[in-house]
């Protein structure tokens, strides 16, 4: 008769076993996932390229129309910054965002697809809008971005955190990678949504994107560059890229432009954040690590209670058979 007994008990031990598992498996997920930015695609095949550590900081305002350019994190007077890298001549320069326009002229000009894949970018199917592309069209600026120089790959650890805090214009931006005509985009940026959106940029990397822009005119899009170093500091810039968008849009009117682009609450660099700002923030994160960390260890000692009664049970249940078979005999 107690067979049946142990065997039930056995069966609710196995089910509880299960869920506490389920349990502990899903807080080690929210804690792997946690504050985890978007990790972007693998960067566009043939875009091999290096940057010398030499190559100056060009000064005077310019604008840049066609030729391969790309943002990038580089030490300025041992300062980290966000700056543009413009590879459309002979001798690549760096060049400071507040000095440079970016030309996206009328050459750039496609349909959106009638296709749902590209819903994402709330623009009806039909419609014109400019589109620097991932793939280079001579025509067009072609605009990525890289993680090369020299001294960024030595010091920072594993890679850099690119995030759009916010754009003004008279449109929408949004920047998306895909992988061949037959693969699903990736959004990355969607000035439609009012919020940081980082996405992971690993070291020594080289990536060009699609960038949409939905109207004509002048864009401010504020850009942060941040990553943690391998001596354990942590930086980060913030910058502004120009876009002359249409032929029509004056560059005088874009290198005129300014805006308050708000930067959304903990993202703000080190030494621009209000007082007690980043403290909040890690002070909140540091919390909810902490009760994920202590559930995943309530739920761990649970299971090792429920093993502990269960080995418990079972060397009970012999003895009462060993003692069952003894007085059989008797």
């Known amino acids: 008769m107690e067979e049946p007994v142990t065997a039930g008990r056995a069966h609710r031990r196995s089910r509880a076993t299960t869920v506490i598992l389920r349990g502990a498996l899903a807080t080690l997920l929210v804690l792997a996932t946690a504050q985890a930015p978007a990790r972007a695609a693998e960067p566009t095949p043939n875009l091999s390229q290096s940057i010398a550590a030499d190559q100056p900081l060009a000064t005077g305002r310019t604008t840049l129309t066609t030729g391969h350019v790309d943002l990038g994190p580089r030490y300025v007077d041992d300062r980290w910054t966000l700056l543009i890298h413009d590879g459309t001549q002979a001798q690549p320069v760096w060049r400071d965002p507040d000095d440079t326009l970016l030309r996206v002229s009328d050459a750039a000009l496609q349909t959106v697809p009638d296709d749902p894949a590209y819903a994402f970018l ?3 199917a039909g419609k014109r809008v400019y589109v620097v592309p991932q793939v280079q069209d001579q ?3 072609w605009l990525g971005w890289n ?3 020299p001294r960024v790959m030595r010091t920072i650890d594993r890679g850099v955190t690119l995030t759009l805090l916010g754009v003004r214009g008279p449109g929408t931006l949004t920047t998306y990678l895909q992988s061949g005509n037959f693969s699903a985009p990736q959004p990355l940026w ?9 996405f992971w940029v690993e070291v020594n990397t080289h990536t060009h994107a699609n960038w949409v822009f939905s109207a004509p005119g002048v864009y401010l899009v504020a850009v942060q560059v941040s990553a943690d170093l391998v001596n354990g500091e942590k930086v980060s ?3 502004t890229l120009r876009f002359a968008v249409g032929d029509a849009t004056s560059a005088d009117e874009a290198f005129a432009a300014t ?3 708000p930067v959304p609450a903990g993202q703000e660099p080190p030494g621009e954040a209000p007082a007690g700002a980043d403290d909040r923030a890690d002070g909140s994160r540091t919390l909810l690590i902490t009760a994920l960390a202590g559930t995943a260890v309530v739920l761990a000692l649970g299971l090792v209670v429920l093993l502990l009664r269960g080995r418990g049970a079972r060397r009970r249940a012999e003895q009462e ?3 069952a ?3 059989g005999q008797r």
């Open 122 to 124: 709330g623009i009806e």
């Open 237 to 239: 810039a913030t910058r």
């Open 259 to 261: 805006a308050d682009i």
């Open 147 to 149: 993680t090369q120089d």
């Open 190 to 198: 969607r000035s439609a949504e009012s919020k940081a959106q980082p």
């Open 139 to 141: 025509d067009v600026v």
């Open 321 to 323: 058979r060993v003692i």
């Open 325 to 327: 078979s003894s007085g």
